[in-house]
């Protein structure tokens, strides 16, 4: 997992987290507990506004209950959804 920033005056992304695990070591909990893992790093080091942008593989309710929780309103987020999620628009269930 690779957490980066850009800068203005930078043409390089720089590197904020950087972390390999395994679903099989013994101290892995979950997907969602290093990307949150991750994203408090980021946060730590980047106390400004934040924009996160994840993939597919982040489509978690646990990520957007972190980024929509009261305490969290100063960043925002771009998750790539997965083909498998429904969203409700005008009170009716729609297939992204």
Avoid at 24 to 39: A, L, Q, R
């Amino acid at each position: 997992m690779r957490s980066y920033c850009i800068y203005k005056k930078e043409k390089q992304p720089i590197s904020l987290y950087s972390k390999i695990y395994s679903a099989e070591s013994k101290s892995f909990k979950s997907m969602n507990d290093e990307t949150m893992k991750s994203i408090k790093k980021v946060k730590s080091v980047i106390t400004k506004r934040c924009t996160f942008a994840c993939d597919r593989e982040h489509d978690a309710n646990v990520l957007f209950n972190y980024f929509i929780d009261d305490n969290n309103k100063q960043d925002d987020f771009i998750i790539r959804l997965k083909e498998t999620r429904n969203l409700l628009f005008k009170e009716k269930s729609k297939n992204v």
